[in-house]
Nanobody
Framework: QVQLVESGGGLVQAGGSLTLSCAASGSRFSINAMGWYRQAPGKQRELVAT???????NYADSVKGRFTISRDSAKNTVYLQVNSLKSEDTAVYYCAAGRVVAGRMGTDYWGKGILVTVSS
């Protein structure tokens, strides 16, 4: 069993930056990838970025060049640095963990989510 706890959300003005953190605890041997998803008001949950234990990364087209995912294996923590924020980035951000199968990351574990609000 893996538990995921997010932190670092809040209110930021458009064009600003924020760093989200996701700390993993419990048995971490059953996962080889972690990532971030988000769900904006009235929209479906969507993939934002993923990173494997081998530090291979993948980003949604909408955030490429603005967001950076990273991992500190010693602290069992994944980060999402979000820059040049837009009002459209306002959403609840969820940390997820699982295994990569056929090039896609499974989401076996989820955090509770944290709110990021971007003011215009």
């Amino acid at each position: 069993q893996v538990q995921l706890v997010e932190s670092g959300g809040g209110l930021v003005q458009a064009g600003g930056s924020l760093t989200l953190s996701c700390a993993a605890s419990g048995s971490r041997f059953s996962i080889n990838a972690m990532g971030w998803y988000r769900q904006a008001p009235g929209k479906q949950r969507e993939l934002v970025a993923t990173i494997t234990n081998g530090y291979s990364t993948n980003y949604a087209d909408s955030v490429k060049g603005r967001f950076t995912i990273s991992r500190d294996s010693a602290k069992n923590t994944v980060y999402l640095q979000v820059n040049s924020l837009k009002s459209e980035d306002t959403a609840v951000y969820y940390c997820a963990a699982g295994r990569v199968v056929a090039g896609r990351m499974g989401t076996d574990y989820w955090g509770k989510g944290i709110l990021v609000t971007v003011s215009s």
